[in-house]
C-alpha cells in the first residue's frame, strides 16, 4: 500500500469514528466519484447509496466484467443490446441499494447512464480545461425513451437501513434519438448503430433541490446546450455536477463488453439493385425475407469502373498452378500485335450467389474469382460486405485468400483486400466537418475536384499486391506533371524507378495499408510525399501524392507463402477516434503492427462503415512500378478460390 492510500485509509476511519455526520457532508461536497471497488458505501448527508449492479440478470456468476455477442437475428434495424432472446424483455435489470440518512421520510431521483469506454474522446479536455470537444461524439445513452428525465425513487424511510431500488435498461442506436437519423417519422436506430468494445455505467442519485439544478439537457440527453450536445459524463465527473450537494455520482465497477462475431453460415443476401438473374439463388444465397433478417453479409457488387478498362493479352493460363514464368510473361507481354488483344473491363458477377457461397456446416463462407473460356474473356472481381455499420472497432478476420505469386515469383494478378467502406453516402452518414479548407468533394472527381467541409466517403484499406514498396522522399510524380493519360483514359505516370526498389523480388508482396481521409488538411502534420512516423518504438513511413491527393498509405514487404500459402492468417484494423492500428499475424496472440497513422497526420473517419473482403483485379497504373501489368497477365484458366473462416469486431 502506497503512503498515499495508507494516509487516506487512516483519516478515513478516523472521521468515521469522530463526526459520522461529518462524514457524509463530505463524501458528497464536490460530488467526487468513487468507484464501489473503492468504496462499498457511498454517502452524502440526505442518503446512502452501496451494492451498484449495472447489470443482474445476464451472467450472474461475472461480478466484475460480462461480456455479450451482438444478435443478428433480425439486426437490419439496428442492434439492441440486450435482445429478447438473450434476457426477459430485451432488458438489462439493474439494482442498487439507498439508504435515507435524514430523519424523516426522503423524496429522491435517480438516472442511469451508459457510455462505450472503448472508443471515445476523454470527456475532459486537459489543456482548455473544458468539455473535450469532441465528446459529444462519445456513444452514451440513458432511457430508450429521451422523453424520461430522472425517475423518482418510492419514499424511503429514516429507518436507517438500506432498501432494494430495481429498473431496467438496455443499449440501443442513436441513444439520443437525434432527428439526423429520424426521417419522415421513422427512428433510423441502425444508421448509429451501438459500438462495440466496453461500456461502463453511472448512476446518479440525488435529492429534489439537486435535481432542480441539473440542466435540461443533461436531464434529457436528447437536447443540446446552444447546439450542443453536453456529454453527461463530464458533466458529473468534471463540470458544475461535481458541485452538487446532495447528489451522488457512482460509476460502477462493473463493466459490459459487447461483441460482433457474425455467423458466416447463416447465409449470404443480395441485393437486386444491379442484378436480377436469379438462376443460383439457393437457400443460403438470395434475396428472401428469412435471408434479410438473418444473413449477416452480402455479395459485394461493385459498379463497373471504367478506370480498370485494359487492352488485355489473350492468353488463358493457371499462373499458379501451370509455373508461369517470367520467360512467359516477357514473351506473351512483346509477342501480340494491338488488334489482337482484348479489351475488357474488370466486372462483378451478373450472377449473384454464383461465385460466394455460405457453407453452414463449416460456418466459414467462400469466394472465388471464375476462370474464363476463349470467346468468354473476363477478369472478375470477387467478394463479400458486412450488412451492418458500426463506427470504430477492432475489425478482425481469419482467412485464406488466394496466394499471389507461383513458385517463379510471378504473380496472377489478384490484389487481396480487406478494407472498410463508408456504409452510405448521405447526410446522416457524413465525416465530421475540417475546418481548414475541406475535404476533395468526391472519390473520383481528380485533382481539380472542388472542395467542400463535409463528406460522406471513407475508407480503410489492407491491399496486398506484387508492387514495390516504394516511399518516394518527394512528390512523385512531381504534382502530376509526368502524368499522361492513356488511350484507357487512365493516368500512366511517365517515371522510371530507383534500381533498389525496381527489381522483382520473386518471394515477396507488399502490404498497403491506406486511409482515405478526402485530403482534409487538418491534421497539424499534414504532408506530401514519404515521411516518417514513430510508434511503438517502430518507424512507419506514409506517403501522399501531393496535396489534393485523396489517401495517406504505407508499405511493407511481406512474404506470399507466409500470408497466403499457411492454411489461414489472420489481418486486423484497428479503427479508433485518434489512430488506425494495421495488424497481421499467424496467431491472435502473436500478431505484429504493419502500419500505423494518428489524427496528427490523416484524418481519421468519424462515420458509419461496412467491412469488405475482396479478391480484385487492379488496374496497375494505380501502382506505379508494379513488375507485372494487368493487361499482361493471362486470363484465369480456373477458379481462384479465397476462404472465410471468421469475422470478429471487438
Not at 461535481?242 to 453460415?265: C, E, R, T, W, Y
Not at 490523416?602 to 512500378?625: A, C, D, F, K, R
Amino acid at each position: 500500500m502506497s503512503m498515499k492510500r495508507f494516509l487516506s485509509t487512516y483519516f478515513f476511519y478516523l472521521c468515521l469514528c469522530c463526526t459520522g455526520l461529518l462524514l457524509l457532508l463530505q463524501a458528497c461536497s464536490g460530488n467526487k466519484p468513487v468507484e464501489e471497488k473503492e468504496k462499498k458505501e457511498l454517502a452524502c448527508a440526505a442518503f446512502s447509496i452501496q451494492n451498484i449492479v449495472p447489470i443482474a440478470n445476464y451472467q450472474p456468476d461475472s461480478t466484475a466484467h460480462k461480456i455479450i455477442y451482438l444478435d443478428y437475428d433480425h439486426a437490419m434495424d439496428g442492434f439492441r443490446v440486450p435482445t429478447v432472446r438473450q434476457t426477459a424483455g430485451g432488458e438489462f435489470t439493474f439494482r442498487f441499494e439507498l439508504k435515507n440518512n435524514t430523519s424523516a421520510t426522503e423524496k429522491l431521483f435517480y438516472k442511469i447512464y451508459y457510455q462505450n469506454e472503448s472508443y471515445k474522446f476523454p470527456e475532459f479536455d486537459s489543456l482548455t480545461k473544458k468539455e473535450h470537444e469532441f465528446a459529444e461524439e462519445n456513444f452514451y445513452g440513458s432511457w430508450e425513451n429521451t422523453g424520461t428525465g430522472f425517475k423518482e425513487i418510492p419514499a424511503v424511510p429514516a429507518d436507517n437501513a438500506y432498501h432494494k431500488i430495481e429498473g431496467t435498461i438496455s443499449i440501443v442506436g442513436n441513444p439520443r434519438n437525434e432527428e439526423r437519423y429520424i426521417q419522415n417519422g421513422e427512428n433510423n436506430r441502425w444508421e448509429r448503430n451501438p459500438r462495440v468494445g466496453n461500456y461502463s455505467f453511472l448512476l446518479v442519485v440525488c435529492t429534489g433541490k439537486d435535481l432542480s439544478a441539473i440542466p435540461e439537457h443533461i436531464k434529457y440527453i436528447s437536447k443540446k446546450s446552444e447546439d450542443h450536445f453536453v456529454n453527461p459524463y463530464y458533466y458529473y465527473l468534471y463540470g458544475d455536477g461535481k458541485n452538487l450537494s446532495n447528489s451522488i455520482a457512482a460509476k460502477a465497477p462493473m463493466q459490459l463488453k459487447v461483441v460482433a462475431k457474425p455467423d458466416l453460415g447463416k447465409g449470404i443476401y443480395i441485393d437486386e439493385g444491379r442484378s436480377a438473374d436469379r438462376t443460383s439463388y439457393c437457400a443460403t444465397c438470395g434475396k428472401d425475407t428469412n435471408l434479410y433478417n438473418i444473413a449477416p453479409v452480402q455479395q459485394f457488387m461493385n459498379y463497373v469502373d471504367s478506370s480498370t478498362k485494359m487492352d488485355n493479352i489473350p492468353v488463358i493460363a493457371d499462373v499458379l498452378k501451370d509455373n508461369y514464368s517470367q520467360m512467359d510473361y516477357n514473351w506473351n507481354k512483346s509477342f501480340y500485335k494491338k488488334n489482337e488483344l482484348i479489351p475488357i473491363v474488370v466486372q462483378t458477377s451478373k450472377t449473384p450467389c454464383k461465385t460466394v457461397v455460405s457453407n453452414p456446416k463449416e460456418k466459414k463462407i467462400i469466394i472465388k474469382n471464375p476462370g474464363t473460356k476463349f470467346g468468354e474473356w473476363k477478369k472478375e472481381s470477387v467478394g463479400i460486405t458486412t450488412r451492418h455499420g458500426f463506427t470504430y472497432g477492432k475489425y478482425r478476420v481469419k482467412v485464406k485468400m488466394t496466394e499471389l505469386l507461383n513458385k517463379n515469383g510471378v504473380w496472377n494478378g489478384i490484389t487481396n483486400a480487406i478494407w472498410l467502406l463508408t456504409q452510405q453516402q448521405a447526410e446522416w452518414n457524413s465525416r465530421r466537418n475540417c475546418s481548414k479548407d475541406g475535404y476533395m468533394a468526391t472519390y473520383w472527381g481528380g485533382a481539380g475536384d472542388k472542395r467542400v467541409p463535409v463528406v460522406g466517403y471513407s475508407e480503410i484499406d489492407f491491399e496486398i499486391l506484387k508492387t514495390p514498396p516504394y516511399c518516394p522522399e518527394n512528390v512523385f510524380p512531381p504534382v502530376y506533371k509526368n502524368a499522361q493519360m492513356n488511350s484507357k483514359n487512365v493516368c500512366a505516370w511517365n517515371v522510371s524507378l530507383p534500381e533498389d526498389v525496381a527489381g522483382n523480388n520473386n518471394d515477396k508482396i507488399t502490404v498497403a495499408c491506406t486511409n482515405w481521409d478526402m485530403a482534409c488538411h487538418e491534421p497539424k502534420n499534414f504532408s506530401v510525399d514519404c515521411n516518417e512516423i514513430q510508434h511503438n518504438g517502430q518507424s512507419f513511413y506514409t506517403h501522399r501524392w501531393d496535396s489534393n491527393y485523396r489517401a495517406l498509405t504505407e508499405k511493407k514487404e511481406e512474404s506470399d507463402d507466409e500470408l497466403f500459402r499457411s492454411d489461414y492468417f489472420y489481418f486486423e484494423i484497428d479503427w479508433q477516434p485518434t489512430q488506425i492500428t494495421w495488424r497481421i499475424g499467424k496467431e491472435l496472440n502473436n500478431m505484429r503492427v504493419v502500419g500505423y497513422m494518428n489524427d496528427a497526420v490523416t484524418s481519421i473517419p468519424n462515420n458509419q462503415m461496412l467491412l469488405v473482403i475482396t479478391q480484385e483485379y487492379h488496374n496497375t497504373s494505380w501502382w506505379p512500378g508494379a513488375p507485372y501489368a494487368q493487361d499482361k497477365i493471362p486470363f484465369p484458366l480456373n477458379d481462384i478460390t479465397g476462404q472465410i473462416f471468421d469475422l470478429t469486431i471487438e
